[in-house]
């Protein structure tokens, strides 16, 4: 399934917009700034430096009039990234320490508060197994929100978190 996305200029859906079916690295020449988006299938990742780089921000399918005064974010769309749809099971290892070391915890499921859950909230590293998932720095899916794809996160600094300390994880499926 394809996924679609449209940036729009101005609040409401107006002015100049760019249609976005799949990743791209960089938008900049694409559109002036983005002050709403409407997400027509599919989910995404937003990123406010090309590469994706920078702040993410999840975006699952619907209309974000006032993109910018959802959460006080800035007018800068800069590349995106679809999470494709994955059917089957979901797995990662949580680590204690870097390159896979300490003690590990396995996730299944989603977490809504990770401490409750292994007694810990602090992973250096981690291996996605199967599946995409969103890590949160806080519980209840709140807060600054890290994309994982399947593979190894060597430490935190490879999901582009700024510390180790993790408060709640998700899968990404049909939200």
Known sequence: MMGKIIFYEDRNFG?????????????????ERCRSIRVESGMFMIYDRPGFMGNQYFMRMGEYSDYMGMAGLNDC???????????????????????????????????????????MSNFNSCNVMDGHWLMYEH??????HYYLRPGQYRSFSDWRGNNSRIG???RLMDL
Do not use: K
């Not at 320490?97 to 977490?111: A, I, N, R, T």
């Open 77 to 119: 769309v800069r590349s995106c990234r679809m999470i494709p749809m994955h059917s089957g099971s979901f797995r990662m290892r949580l680590y204690e320490h870097f390159d896979m070391g300490g003690e590990m915890m396995e996730l299944m499921d989603d977490c809504p508060n990770v401490t409750d859950r292994f007694r």
């Open 15 to 31: 002015g100049r917009y760019y249609e976005c079916m799949g990743d791209c690295a960089d938008l900049h020449s694409m559109f």
């Open 168 to 170: 709640s994880i998700r």
């Open 139 to 144: 519980s209840n899916y709140r807060g600054r």
